[in-house]
């Protein structure tokens, strides 16, 4: 259990560091604007505990549901992405149309398409393992990536598509993709952010703003510069947990993409080096997972996952620090958020339950006593491997989507309908006058054998005859 152990003790540090920080960065913003100091941290707790009940959710899912359902949750997640376009229902903020409304808090389906896109590639992979090429292995998964690419792009959401990126670059690595594609890839990735950069001018300010950023200090380089300050003013130790001075409506953002600055400045660099540790237990879990486990569909999925949350967090702490440019991504189960603190600890629960899928974690929960609430939050899984069993709309079992296997059905059906001979009704038919009965094949009523019949012990007619071996030919001296 050693893996289930790692990611919920990571997960859970981390989670705990980020309702601390969200109470002290949020405090003195919210009452600046005339609100309680404590709403968007008791906000952000609320948040937690919904996340909490997913993630329990979520490590009691079956391994074979989760694949039957995936691909009908990527059609959902396309309608989603579609939704959010409309003007009357997605909710612009700084430009970008990627929310969704819905009273307590706002969705964003992108969060969602992340999870439900690296699932359904797993799952897809997984299904073609037998006979998996390069080629096969880019065709399913390659135009879906492009398709909700565009659709993100189309909000704008850059940092969604590197996100989504980073979940396609962990389904090709644990796929078995050569490396020389990477490279490829890498090749092709740099072509296509240029042309965005050249097609949208505000995305060439934040490249500048990367390299330089006090070239514009008011404008531009004005977060990326307060981020800075925020680290240097924390030193080694901090000035003290609430004591900072740049969430006094200076630093931008400061609860959300910011947040590790605020941790900088307040706990100083040993409190970022024990969130960057955190992250690293994480990583080395989800891989581990991906290492031990007997499921190629669990195998992929741990490895896409993880490769998508420490990628995310390496972006955010990346550009916070200055060796990235910005691109908007939170810092995950740190920054305050509605839908990816959710998803995120569902996505935490999906990793405990791949780590009960390993072999031995399988027979240790099968075999060791247990408390009824231990085994109500994790029950042990029946099989290392669950097997993918989608319903039909006639009862079995069959690995499609479900309106296909009702065409699928109605097909068999209509066939065994054809093949089915109808009953005979009526008098027998008299035999042709034109076609004589054989003499071997009339029957005989005394018992006696027919004429022409074979006897007994010999050989049927057509039958080939038993032949001697013949005697081995003593090979010819040729000298």
């Known amino acids: ?15 705990l560091i980020g309702l601390t920080m969200v109470f002290s960065a949020s405090a003195i913003e919210a009452a600046l604007d005339d609100e309680p100091a404590w ?58 149309r990627q929310w969704i409304p819905l009273g307590v808090t706002d969705f964003q389906p992108s969060e969602l398409g992340k999870l439900v896109f690296a699932l359904w590639g797993a799952h897809v992979l997984a299904l073609r393992e037998r006979y998996l090429t390069t080629q096969s292995l880019l065709v399913p998964v390659l135009p879906v990536f492009g398709v909700l690419s565009l659709l993100l792009i189309a909000e704008p ?62 404008n531009t380089g004005f977060q990326a510069i307060r981020g800075m300050y925020a680290l240097a003013t924390g030193g080694l130790w901090g000035v003290g947990l609430g004591n900072s001075k740049m969430k006094w409506k200076i630093l931008p953002e400061a609860e959300s993409d910011y947040i590790f600055a605020i941790i900088g400045e307040e706990l100083g660099f040993l409190g970022c080096l024990v969130v960057v540790t955190l992250y690293g237990v994480l990583a080395y879990a989800g891989f581990r997972i991906a290492r031990r486990s007997a499921d190629r569909f669990v195998q992929l999925a ?23 440019p910005v691109t908007g991504v939170t810092l995950p189960l740190i920054s305050a958020g509605g839908t990816s603190l959710i998803l995120t600890l569902f996505i935490v629960g999906l990793l405990v339950r791949f780590a009960c899928s390993e072999p031995a974690a399988v027979e240790h929960l099968r075999t060791v006593e247990r408390g009824r609430l231990a085994r109500l939050l994790l029950p042990a899984p029946a099989t290392a491997v669950d097997p993918v069993r989608p319903r039909r709309f006639d009862g079995s079992a069959e690995p499609v989507l479900p309106v296909v296997g009702a065409v699928r059905t109605l097909l068999h059906a209509r066939g065994a309908e054809a093949r089915r001979t109808p009953a005979r009704t009526g008098t027998p038919r008299a035999p042709r006058p034109d076609r004589a009965v ?35 030919r003593r090979p010819r001296d040729d000298r």
């Open 39 to 96: 709403a968007p941290g008791v906000k952000q707790l609320v948040l937690a505990c919904i996340g909490l009940g997913a993630m329990v959710v979520a490590m009691r899912l079956p391994v074979g549901l989760i694949r039957r359902w995936a691909p009908v949750a990527l059609l959902v997640v396309v309608g989603l992405l579609l939704i959010v376009l409309i003007p009357g229902i997605g909710q612009e903020r700084n430009g970008a």
């Open 1 to 15: 259990m050693t893996s289930c152990h790692l990611v919920l003790g990571s997960a859970g540090l981390l989670l």
């Open 438 to 472: 054989r003499p071997d094949r009339a029957p005989r009523t005394d018992g006696a054998p027919r004429a022409g019949a074979p006897r007994a012990g010999a050989p049927r007619s057509g039958a080939p005859l038993r032949r001697e071996p013949e005697p081995r």
């Open 157 to 218: 959401d850059f940092g969604g598509v590197v996100s989504l990126g980073l979940v396609l670059v962990g389904l090709l690595w644990a796929g078995g993709m050569p490396m020389r594609w990477f490279g490829a890839f890498a090749g092709v990735a740099a072509v296509l952010v240029a042309l965005m950069v050249w097609v949208a001018p505000y995305r060439m300010e934040r490249i500048t703003a990367f390299l330089d950023p006090f070239a514009d200090p008011t």
């Open 302 to 324: 741990s490895a896409a996952i993880t490769v998508w949350l420490i990628g995310q967090a390496t972006m955010n702490m990346g550009y916070v620090v200055g060796l990235l």
